[in-house]
Structure formats: C-alpha cells, structure tokens
C-alpha cells in the first residue's frame, strides 16, 4: 500500500515538475519576446528621429528668400481663404434675410 503511494507522489511530483518546466518555457518565450518588441520598438523611433532630424538640419539650408516666399504664400492663401469664407457667410446672411422679407 505504502509503495501504491509513494508511485502516486512520484507521478504527481513528475507532473508538477514538468508542468513547472513548461510554465518556465513560456515565460521565457514571453520575455524574449518582449525584448524583442522592444527592441524594434527602439529601432522604430530611432529611425523615425533621425529622419526628422535630418529633415530639419535640411531645412536649415534652405535659403532665406525661399523661406520668406514661401511665408507669403502661406499668408496670400490664408487672405484669400479667409476673404471666400466671409463672402460666403455674407451670401447666406444675405439669402437668410431676403427669405425672411419674401415670407412677410
């Protein structure tokens, strides 16, 4: 009887162990894993800043008149987005009023 039990402790520890070792195993898995993604991660965003960076040294050496022109381009298009829309709401202000004229 006594040996019928200490087989089933055995086979039980047997199970525990290699239950644990698998437990282990993915774990492991899962940290590498996770090293990795970071790691590409930080490749990622070192790539990403680097090129940023290089795109504002580049735009350092633009030069002066073609940074200013392009300033007043910017502004001329805003003047004139600005100019449309005010016409715009001015025209539906306008149609609002002689809609309200013609219903009285």
Not at 25 to 42: C, H, M, P, S, Y
Not at 67 to 87: D, W
Request: proline letters at 1%.
């Amino acid at each position: 009887m006594e040996d019928l039990q200490q087989q089933k402790i055995n086979e039980a520890a047997h199970q525990f162990v290699e239950a644990l070792t698998e437990s282990y195993g993915a774990n492991i898995d899962f940290v590498a894993a996770q090293k990795t993604n970071a790691e590409l991660t930080r490749r990622f965003f070192d790539t990403v800043i680097d090129d940023l960076r290089e795109r504002g040294e580049a735009r350092w050496d633009v030069p002066r008149e073609e940074l200013v022109s392009q300033q007043e381009r910017q502004m001329e298009a805003a003047q004139a987005f600005s100019q449309e829309s005010a016409r715009a709401c001015a025209d539906f202000l306008d149609s609002l009023f002689f809609y309200w004229r013609s219903t009285r």
